[in-house]
């Protein structure tokens, strides 16, 4: 009896000690009435990418009661996967998230989300609803127009929307890069069939790939009257390719994102459009003090309408001291 009133006793001190050292570990965490904010970003090593960092960094420095962790995935999902779990070891009140892969990305978010943690998805998400916001541009929109766009200027030329499209990817298995590929190709099968889709091919939304991809388009076809590019970094690289062969002429370009480099191609006359594309981050920062502050959110997804740009309005929107307008 003696031994079993022992060892209820050395349970109770202990369970008392262990309430005591959490405690203590929460005091220490939140005794500065701060919250840990982690932003787990694809890569940095990507302009858009690394100008989307930047403005998170600038967005949170705003909030005095914020300190924030910002990482680099590397352009690996693996790496960015050990980013988030590094996160949620350290105490972070609330993850934002640029996912590199949708897939590969789904199952850590979808676990952080079941810890209690809140989880804000920009521009790119995860598979299912394991998430507590995802702010994203209208990818199949953007898609659309950048598809009726090149119809309306094949029809200038040949008095019908016909012709021959090539189309350089963004990351395979990211949310845009699908999102953004069924747009554009849902578009021309409901409304332009002649409107031919002969090469499709990742360029990882980089420029050295973007010009490489677009040589190899122009040394296989002879014949190439469009191309939609999804990003301003590989389209860049593609016109390097497309000058350097001479082929500039006869080639319609549309591209996405809206960088005050591509904005200004469009006002030379070398980019045909580039619709504006948000980099989702105010939206995202406001929602995320909202949720720490206890308030519930009256939507699951912020989805942001994009603006078309081209030489009707390009001079508008440029700011050589921008990286975008927005």
């Known amino acids: 009896m003696r031994g079993n009133t022992w060892k209820a006793g050395v349970w109770v001190i ?23 904010i982690g932003f787990a970003q694809d890569t940095l090593n990507q302009p858009w990418r690394a100008y989307q960092a930047k403005v998170v960094e600038r967005e949170l420095k705003k909030l005095p009661n914020v300190v924030q962790l910002i990482t ?15 996160m949620v070891t350290r105490g972070i009140d609330l993850l934002i998230v640029s996912p590199n892969q949708e897939g590969a990305l789904t199952p850590v978010i979808s676990q952080v989300y079941k810890k209690g943690i809140p989880v804000i998805c920009i521009d790119r998400g995860v598979s299912g609803e394991d998430y507590t916001l995802w702010v994203k541009g209208d990818n199949f929109k953007v898609a659309a127009m ?10 200038k030329k040949f008095g019908e929307p016909r012709g021959n499209v090539v189309v350089l990817e963004g990351v395979p298995g990211s949310s845009s890069a ?9 578009r021309i099968a409901e409304k332009y069939p002649k409107m031919k889709i002969i090469a499709s091919q990742p360029a990882d939304y980089r420029r050295d790939k973007g010009m490489h991809v677009m040589e190899d388009y122009l040394q296989t076809f002879r014949n190439i009257d469009a191309i939609f590019s999804m990003a ?33 191609a469009v006002m030379e006359g070398r980019i045909d459009c580039t619709p504006l594309y948000p980099n989702c981050v105010a939206p995202a920062v406001e929602a995320a003090m909202k949720i720490l502050a206890g308030q519930k959110l009256k939507q699951k997804i912020i989805l942001i309408d994009p603006v078309m740009i081209d030489e009707t309005n390009a001079s508008k929107f440029y700011f050589p001291d921008r990286y975008t307008p927005e």
């Open 178 to 186: 699908i999102e953004r590929g069924q747009g554009f190709k849902n």
């Open 232 to 264: 301003d970094e590989m389209t860049m690289g593609a016109i390097s390719a497309i000058e350097n062969a001479g082929r500039r002429k006869e080639i319609i370009i549309a591209s996405m994102n809206a960088t005050s480099e591509a904005i200004k």
């Open 72 to 86: 680099d995935g590397q352009g690996r999902s693996e790496k960015q996967i050990a980013n988030i779990e590094d």
């Open 14 to 36: 202990t369970s008392l000690l262990m309430i005591f050292v959490c405690s203590i570990l929460v005091q220490a965490k939140t005794s500065d009435g701060k919250w840990l």
């Open 146 to 155: 950048c598809a009726d766009y090149i119809a309306q200027k094949l029809t």
